[in-house]
């Protein structure tokens, strides 16, 4: 018997709708629940005061201390890094072997787990340059750990801009370099603020490699060769020792919404200088 | 008259491929030059050389003299950049960038320096009224560019090269993305400028030369075939090969 395309068509079109429906059900769930679990215990002192007998009582201020500047190191770093890799490789270095290597790389560096690298920033910045436990050296691994990804979402997007703007900067007698910063990055801003966002959502989120590198103080801290405990990792800690499941699942519901919160406001930043620039 | 641009010679490779063959011509100034012949023949790249534009792309090789006023540009000594502001280039389809109206024209300008808003705007306008785009768009400089119609987006491609205040405007087949009603006000306003600008145009649209041009080339396969003044290349052309491709038998 002969399937007609048309009863194909009915059936791809329920099954491609059922898998959608599917994966935004399973987000929505986990939002829900953690939001559902954790909400109960968030109010202003949670946010503003320390944890008390290790987390089981108090809040979580010097862990949101440590959730903004860990990443935040790792941007300040990493963004100036890898679209600076991105421009080379695009702009400045002809497509060949070197680049296809470099390439290679990138995306080799992308998949390697995360406490690798955790081991590596503890080798290096922890023991070797003497940064202990600290801001310092968990925002400088979580900078390797987040470059490739900006380094190939740059890449893409400056990649993805036409030739011809470049060609007509250059007719019009400007260099490679006033084309590049005023014609090719601002075009390939969206794509190049998604791989930063990517990469503040991947480190915000981190665990294995900060506790390699920044330790679980639960001290405010008071200078970036102090040790620090971020949110996900206090999460970690509170669940696994069984301290407060109470206390973790509001951490974790002020992690969540803290990526949608800075989610919003880089889509919200960018989509204002995208209507300043076109 | 004196020759503006003058071609000596001018063989160009790209890699192992021979796309010009010892090409002499010379391209006097405010006049309206045209270059005619099939795809492939050359034209485009014949133009790029006369900017060095042919330079952004790996492996080409030119032998021979491109002279500007005399000045051989392909001199070491040359400024490339200064080359490129005198020499302005319009391309096939309108390249606007994703920039207001305003900041395209101040684009040139700005990147050689000026800073001053007050210059700035009487640029931006004087090159707008030249296009002819000033009465339409001087309330609306803030647009994005690419808002526009592709008509007034070419011009203000054209805006664009005056404003960093070209002496030489190469188009490369400028009109092909237009209507015919756009594309004869895009051939008027050459005409108005070619009084105090030298104009060389890339055609595949043989009316076109014989409508806006004083002079005309007719090229096939990298050669040079015939140069004249355009009514003696369309009334009475020399070589044979011109006569079958402007009666259409061939191309």
Redesign the interface.
Known sequence: MKIKPAFTEQIVKKILFISTAFTVLILLFIIFYILKNGLSVIDLEFLLTSPKELGRAGGIFPCIIGTILLPLIAIIIATPLGVGTAIYLTEYK?EGRLTRIIRFGTECLAGVPSIIFGLFGFVLFVIYLGFGWSILSGGLTLAFMILPTIIRTSEEAIRAI?Y??R?????????KW?TIT??VLP?ALPGIVTGVILGIGRSVGETAAVIFTAGSSLRVPASLFDSCRTMAVHFYILAREGISMENAYGTAAILIIAILFINLVSYWLMHRFMAK?? | MASKIELNNLTFYYGNFMALKDVNMNIVGNAITALIGPSGCGKSTLLRTINRTNELIDGTRLEGKVLIDGKDIYDAQIDIIELRKKVGMVFQRPNCFPLSVYDNVAYGPVVHGTKKKAELDKIVEESLIATWLWDDLKDKLKRSALSLSLDYQQRLCIARVLAIGSEIILLDEPCSALDPITTLRIEELLVSLKENYTIVIVTHNMQQAARVSDYSGYMLLGELVEFNQTSKIFTSPKDKRTEDYITGRFG
């Open positions: 002809r036409p011809s703007y060609e007509v900067s250059l007719s019009l007698g400007g260099t006033q005023r014609v075009s620039f076109s």
